[in-house]
């Protein structure tokens, strides 16, 4: 069987977790490579994209105010976004 590099899992399920989060977010099973970005409500990017050769990260989101948010993964294969609420 062919082996594609760079593309989400087959069940294409990523992991994140607490949601509600309050200090860090965890994300597994992310495609490799990836970037990672948190978006606000209006659309705008609340805190830098992060660039990660790992399938698992973690993102510190403590400083942003309570809300929902989108963590939007930009991968070779596309994109995906998660909604998650900030308490």
């Not at 965890?26 to 805190?47: F, K, N, R, W």
Request: net charge positive; hydrophobic share 50%; aromatic share 4%.
């Amino acid at each position: 069987s062919a082996i594609t590099i760079g593309v989400a899992p087959a069940d294409g399920v990523v992991a994140m977790w607490p949601n509600p989060v309050k200090v860090v977010l965890h994300i597994a099973h992310l495609p490799v490579p990836a970037s990672l970005s948190v978006i606000g409500t209006h659309g705008q990017l609340v805190m830098p994209v992060v660039k990660t050769n790992t399938s698992a990260a973690q993102m510190r989101v403590a400083q942003l105010p309570a809300g929902k948010y989108l963590l939007l993964i930009e991968f070779a294969g596309g994109k995906k976004k998660l909604s998650f609420n900030k308490e």
